[in-house]
């Protein structure tokens, strides 16, 4: 059974899946608007992935016989500056995402509740490698700069699955 503590703690996360969810979805527009074919279908992909996060969460929480709450939605946003601009807040987003799955091991670990650890587990490694997706795509748009031919081979590349990171669901 969960404590009351963990429960919200665990609601709290599945809104910001869910948010990361909508931030994804929302540079997929972005970037179709703008002619990123590749990076549009990235996003789309990273999306549905955040979807799923939360669901797992979600089914988790009620498994473990506590009350998971349908987040509420909000606006995020949906307006860059360039390309190097929306991988910069991809990257920034992540960071902050794997700060608050930290703060959920530490606060199992300080209620002993290891079932809710373990499970977090896979949460900690799908972080990790999601920041390094993010690095490893930011580090490549700042060696391309302002090449217009270098950011057509990037979204061509992530169209092909060349940017393909973490799992799919």
């Not at 931030?23 to 996003?43: C, D, P, R």
């Not at 946003?77 to 930290?102: A, C, G, P, Q, R």
């Not at 061509?156 to 699955?161: E, Q």
Request: hydrophobic share 35%; aromatic share 8%.
């Amino acid at each position: 059974m969960l404590s009351k503590a963990l429960n919200k703690a665990l609601n709290k996360q599945v809104q910001l899946e869910f948010e990361s969810s909508n931030v994804y979805l929302a540079m997929a527009s972005w970037a179709e608007q703008e002619g990123y074919e590749g990076i549009a279908n990235f996003m789309y992909l990273h999306s549905d992935e955040e979807r799923m996060h939360m669901l797992k969460i979600f089914k988790y929480i009620n498994e473990r016989g506590g009350e998971a709450e349908v987040p509420a939605l909000g606006k995020v946003e949906h307006k860059y500056k360039s390309v190097v601009d929306m991988f910069t807040n991809v990257l920034k987003h992540e960071v902050h995402v794997s700060s608050e799955i930290n703060n959920l091991v530490d606060s199992c670990l300080k209620e002993k509740d290891y079932a809710t650890h373990n499970m977090l587990q896979w949460y900690v490694a799908e972080q990790m490698e999601e920041e390094r997706l993010a690095r490893t795509l930011l580090d490549k748009l700042k060696l391309i700069g302002n090449d217009k031919s270098g950011i057509y081979m990037f979204d061509r590349d992530l169209n092909s699955g060349g940017g393909e990171g973490g799992e799919k669901g």
